[in-house]
């Protein structure tokens, strides 16, 4: 029942209240809903989740991913933030998938953070296909020493059992200007990031239900000339982006 003031207008129609006293049954009428539109973390749309694909991409991969579904403290303005080294201020970028999302209005160097303005809501996308699921973002918390965490940038899909060797300490350069976060390595070996995963969200997953964010992805290291990463990889914390550009999740 997506009309319920044309249900009230059927049930009140002569025609359809003789009939249900006649008959001591209701007459249905069917009519067509409004079309919805799939879900997709490749091809995502507004308001706009966290481990989104984000465009141009290239073989299937997406260049970048989304990280943090934000709301300004000081204007209300919402910001979908992904990694500064994907865009350029101006950038109009869309999904993987062609969905237009929004254009790049600021970048700051210095947490590697590029700020898409557009309709966002508190949710990231989790799983391990392009389909995947949503998880409500429950809140957030910079990482400690020995955390473990999960990144979810869309070219990885999920990787977890990433430990946590530096935290708030380690720092990467980014296009000529040094940048400080976290670094965790892969717990038990293996690929624990890609290119194109940049930008996408670190959580923890302290909820069976929720995620909490930790940060967004912003280097690798031990990366082959697929750009598959096996020694770790290194996020901005995420207090750092909000303090950075005054901003928090989103609460819708």
Known sequence: ????????????????????????????????????AALSRENDYAPFYAGAALGPGFGGRS???????????????????????????????????????????????EIDSAFIETRTNRYTWDGVDAQGY?????????????????????????VCNIRTVYAGNANWPVNGTTVWGSYGVPHAGGVVGRGG?????????????????NGIISYGTGCNAAKECSGGVAWVDVWAIFNGFAIKLNPS
Not at 19 to 28: G, I, K, L
Not at 134 to 158: E, H
């Open 134 to 158: 949503t998880r409500y973002l429950n809140g957030v918390r910079n990482v400690a020493v020995n955390d473990f965490t999960c990144q979810l940038g869309y070219n990885s899909k999920v």
């Open 197 to 213: 995963d940049s930008g996408g969200p670190v959580i923890t997953i302290n909820d069976p239900n929720s995620r909490q964010l």
């Open 63 to 109: 260049q970048c991913t989304s990280g943090i579904p934000a709301i300004s403290t000081w204007d209300g303005r919402q910001w979908l933030v992904t990694a500064g080294h994907c865009y350029n201020v101006n950038d109009h970028v869309d999904t993987l998938g062609g969905n237009y999302v929004g254009q790049v209005k600021y970048k700051r160097p």
């Open 1 to 36: 029942m997506d009309d319920p003031a044309a249900a009230r207008r059927h049930f009140a129609s002569p025609a359809v209240a003789a009939q249900r006293e006649s008959t001591a049954a209701t007459p249905v009428a069917v009519s067509a809903g409004t079309p919805s």
